[in-house]
């Protein structure tokens, strides 16, 4: 019954190779997504706009003509390179695309997962204690309809009440024009970048931008985060070990918070690949609804362009992220609780 | 097995709160079932209609006499966009989840009976597939699917069809695999039923009590993802039919110029339709979840003490 | 029965009640005893006869809506209402508790360490870590759990090792009285035994006053001074432990150790029936529909507590008073009562 804690490291090993296979068959899916469409991708996209034989030529640089076995070999050493592919329309590698506006897209999901949580953890708490109470009930009910509230219908509310109530400020864009312009690139991430060249009013101006965008995209997932506290929360307070602690005199507000709460809030750390695979799909909203300059709305204009191999390496991007980031919850999980360690 | 009383039980013993939400989401959904099968009754105009009596409507005008909820930038008045807007909605919904039910179920029988590599590969498929940002999945698919078959109802509901079989698939999957192994069939199987009938009957209870939640919480977020297709360009084409999300990409346009209407109504449509289905689903899942519901201890009266 | 207030704790008249749907369920119905320090008194009874009840009510355990009622001194002053703030705060310090399963008390996101400083800190703010760390290891050393683990988490002991740990957090802070709710019963025979026996060294050790609620008749033989034998919310037979064993006065008393196994049982007794419904008891004794020795009187008159030559008290017509039976009182009952299997308690 007694278990060894020295098994982490083997925990860890395991869970990263585990990687190996999730990418892979990742990767596999997204290539077969994307060959399922008909015609080939490059007449779809700029099959209007260039002659036959320059038509030809792309299609002989993207690879399209090889046998598909040959094409999938070529995609998967590709993406262990570092390399993308290139876009059809302009011709740009992908990687770059992704350094230029992956930094906003960074920028506006964290600040919407850290306002989720900021809102959406003691919201879940306090409706777990206080069950069945008009409290409860509030909660429960804000949960809902921010989740059933689309992600574009809230920014429009949002741009809609801005500019009656405080018309100055920014309802679309990640910055002002000059503060793109003055600020020295280093990070790629423009918020990082203003604070590093401490430029204050740069730094105010991205903040602005970011406010609405980011509390749009994190009310997404705030209710999510409001159910499952909830629901751990009336778990934990009816645990043995909490009537245990109370029988030894603990005081109830102790009990609750270092006892209730606390055990109730540790099971949310394995969602958070869950949630992170929500944000960065209604980062994709987001930033059509603000006209903010991140990946996904790249995503979104390459679609429009029919750019197949754009939209590959985009989706590629994400799909990588969303598996890593959720090996690594897995690896804090098993630092966090001690009983998770096979 | 599970008569139908017995299904019922919970629903009765359920406590206040659980019982308000299924009712009140009950009613929202009735409601909007029955804008979508009336639409043709009781929307005043078409849904692409731009003039009524040979006279023109007006370009964007605010809600008033003839227009309940005004008129859009094209034309077209809102109101009757929000009622046809029910009808696509529930349409789709309808399609996707029923088909994604039934893609899912046959899976997840076939995965959880016969075992084996067939189960392994199809559980890693799906692992896979419940892990990608289900939005993306359906722009993709959305994308794909517009280009093959043209945009529109079908390529719609195919997209979002995918996302939810991996549910499906894992409840069922589940539930066959518990079925089969244990010792209660072993039991039935000793006195002499077939295999089949006693996994059939189990299965059956099992998957009777998971899937209305299931189905009512997919509903909801089926919804949401048509109308972020929709919004995207990735749906019904607007001369097809009339689609909150679409109206709500172009409503995004008239912010600027302080036009609320054409954006306020469809959302709400939006918000009040996904709400109840999803009041439906958590008063469900509160009354067949037992962990949930909670005991009911009286406090004593004083009478009571004197006797 | 004297009502004179005797020892450290003192009980006189309790009652718990809970509310249910059908009617207020009377779980302890009238329960006095008395208990020395250095005492262990044994609780024994059926599943539902409220020995649950009363152990936890004494610790203010109960759930919203109950109602208390009762006279207890506790150290010679009266005791705070029952679940009270001011009751409460005896808690740790001179009321305790140790549970039935060990397995779940445990936080198991904390150290051992950590339940410890949180317990003490809890009654003395000030006090530091080393300070909580001598006090804890002084402790688990009588109850046999080394230092090593003083750092560990609780999944990393086995049941009967939680089960020690429990009992040490219990008494670290030498609480004058101690409840402990069937401690062993989800412990296997061996581990049993030296739970038993650590309690049994506490009275020493700590010269702390133990009721030790169990439905295992040969725990109470072993570990107890003095035993109550509770029936349907009441105390039907109290006395030394070793009296009530030899001479057992109440016929369900006797009913209870005719069934307890032993080596030389040969074939298997049962008490017929179930226990009665606590929301509508029956008239006269609660014990009557399944006594083999039923009078016309138990039929309509609950019998009221008496103290035996012998030192025992128990409540039963068959010892009297003879001036509250009346006349015809002591007929054996012609026909025994429908025992309706179906009112499982």
């Not at chain 1, 429009?156 to 024009?177: A, D, E, H």
């Not at chain 1, 994400?318 to 630092?335: C, E, H, Q, R």
């Not at chain 2, 008033?64 to 529930?90: E, K, N």
Request: aromatic share 8%; net charge neutral; proline share 6%.
């Amino acid at each position: 019954m007694a278990a060894q804690s020295g098994s982490l490291p083997r925990y860890i090993v395991q869970r990263l190779l585990l990687l190996i296979p999730m990418v892979w068959l990742t990767l596999t899916l997204v290539f077969l997504l994307m060959r399922v469409a008909p015609g080939d991708p490059v007449t779809a996209s700029v099959g209007g706009r260039l002659p036959p034989q320059a038509l030809e030529a792309r299609r002989e640089a993207l690879g399209l003509n090889e046998p598909l076995i040959k094409q999938y070999w070529d995609y998967l050493s590709g993406v262990l390179q570092g390399d993308l592919g290139k876009t059809i329309t302009d011709n740009t590698p992908i990687t770059e695309i992704i350094k230029d506006n992956g930094g906003a897209t960074l920028e506006l999901t964290v600040a919407a997962m850290l306002f989720a949580l900021v809102i959406g953890l003691p919201l879940g708490l306090l409706a777990g204690r206080y069950r069945d109470t008009a409290a409860d009930g509030g909660i429960r009910l804000f949960g809902i309809v921010s989740y059933a509230a689309p992600i574009f219908f809230i920014g429009i509310l949002f741009q809609l009440l801005f500019l009656n109530v405080f018309p100055g400020w920014p309802l679309l864009g990640q910055s002002t024009p000059i503060t793109e312009f003055t600020v020295p690139t280093h990070t790629h991430i423009l918020l990082l970048d203003s604070i590093i060249a401490g430029d204050g009013s740069a730094t105010v101006d991205v903040l602005k931008h970011l406010m609405l965008p980011a509390i749009t995209l994190g009310l997404l997932i705030c209710g999510i985060l409001i159910r499952l506290t909830r629901v751990n929360v009336l778990q934990t307070l009816q645990a043995d070990y909490v009537e245990a602690a109370r029988a030894r005199g603990i005081p109830e507000r102790k009990v609750v918070t270092a006892h209730a709460f606390r055990n109730a809030l540790v099971p949310v750390i394995t969602i958070i690949g869950l949630l992170v695979a929500l944000l960065l799909g209604g980062a994709v909203l987001t930033e059509q609804t603000f006209a903010w300059p991140g990946l996904g709305s790249q995503l979104i204009t390459y679609i429009e362009q029919r750019d197949y191999a754009a939209v590959q390496g985009i989706i590629t991007l994400f799909a990588i992220v969303v598996v890593v980031i959720s090996i690594l919850i897995d690896i804090i999980n098993a630092l966090i609780d001690p009983r998770v360690r096979y | 097995m599970a008569t139908f009383k017995g299904i019922l039980a919970p629903f009765r013993e359920t406590t206040g709160f659980a019982r308000w939400m299924l009712l009140i989401g009950l009613v929202i959904v009735v409601f909007f079932v029955v804008l979508a099968v009336g639409a043709d009754w009781i929307a005043p105009y078409g849904f692409a209609q731009q003039s009524a009596n040979g006279v023109d409507f007006k370009k964007a005008a605010p809600p008033g006499p003839g227009h309940l909820m005004g008129t859009d930038r094209l034309f077209f008045d809102v109101w009757s966009r929000v009622v046809y807007g029910a009808r696509t909605a529930l349409e789709v919904i309808i399609l996707a989840v029923s088909v994604s039910l039934v893609i899912g179920l046959v899976l997840g029988l076939i995965s959880g009976y016969v075992g084996g590599w067939i189960d392994r590969v199809l559980v890693l498929i799906m692992d896979v597939l419940y892990a990608f940002p289900g939005l993306l999945l359906a722009i993709v698919f959305g994308f794909l699917l517009a280009e093959k078959i043209g945009a529109g109802v079908i390529s719609a509901a195919g997209a979002i069809t995918v996302i939810y079989i991996p549910q499906y698939f894992r409840v069922v999957r589940s539930s066959t695999i518990s079925a089969k192994e244990s010792t209660y069939v072993e039991a039935a199987r000793a006195l002499g039923a077939p295999g089949r009938t006693v996994v059939g009957r189990y299965l059956f209870g099992n998957v009777i009590h998971s899937v209305p939640v299931i189905g009512t919480l997919n509903a909801a977020d089926a919804l949401l993802t048509l109308a972020a297709l929709g919004f995207l360009g990735l749906g019904i084409q607007p001369t097809d039919g009339a689609e909150w999300g679409f109206d709500l990409s172009r409503a995004l346009e008239d912010v600027s110029s302080g036009i609320w209407w054409t954006g306020l109504w469809p959302g709400l449509a939006i918000v009040l339709l996904v709400t109840g289905l999803t009041l439906v689903g958590e008063g469900l899942n509160e009354t067949i979840n037992p962990v949930l519901r909670k005991r009911r201890l009286r406090k004593i009266t004083v009478e009571e003490t004197q006797k | 029965m004297t009502d004179e207030r005797r020892g450290m704790l003192s009980v006189r008249d309790l009652r718990v009640w809970y509310g249910t749907e059908r009617g207020a369920a009377k779980a302890v119905n009238g329960v006095s005893f008395d208990l020395m320090p250095g005492e262990t008194l044994g609780l024994v009874g059926e599943s539902g006869c409220g020995k649950t009840t009363l152990g936890r009510g004494l610790l203010g355990l109960l759930p919203r809506g109950a109602f208390v009622d009762g006279d207890i001194t506790f150290k010679g002053k009266p005791m705070p209402p029952l679940g009270s703030k001011e009751h409460r705060a005896l808690r740790g310090t001179e009321l305790g508790m140790i549970f039935q399963e060990p397995m779940t008390r445990l936080n198991p996101l904390m150290r051992i360490s950590e339940h410890f400083e949180e317990t003490m800190q809890a009654h003395d703010p000030g006090i530091s870590k080393d300070q909580v760390r001598h006090a804890a290891l002084e402790v688990l050393r009588v109850m046999g759990i080394p230092p090593t683990r003083y750092r560990s988490y609780p999944h990393e002991f086995s049941g009967g090792m939680r089960q020690r740990l429990t009992i040490a957090l219990a008494l670290v802070l030498r609480p004058a009285f101690i409840v402990a709710d069937e401690p062993t019963t989800a412990l296997d025979v061996l581990v049993e035994a030296q739970i038993i026996k650590i309690l049994a060294d506490m009275r020493r050790e700590f010269d702390t006053a133990l009721l030790l609620i169990t439905h295992n008749l040969g725990i109470v033989a072993e570990a107890c001074d003095r035993v109550a034998v509770m029936y349907a919310g009441r105390i039907v037979e109290m006395g030394a432990a070793r009296e009530v064993f030899r001479n057992p006065e109440h016929p369900y008393t006797q009913e209870l150790l005719r069934s307890t196994i032993s080596l030389e049982t040969t074939g298997l007794t049962y008490i017929p029936g179930a226990p009665p419904d606590l929301i509508m008891p029956p008239p006269g004794c609660l014990f009557h529909p399944r006594c083999p020795s039923a009078m016309e009187v138990c039929y309509e008159q609950r019998p009221v507590p008496l103290q035996l030559d012998s030192g025992q008290r128990v409540e039963c017509w068959l010892h009297g008073p003879e001036d509250q039976i009346p006349s015809g009182g002591r007929e054996p009952k012609v026909m025994r009562e429908e025992l309706s299997l179906a009112d499982e308690a």
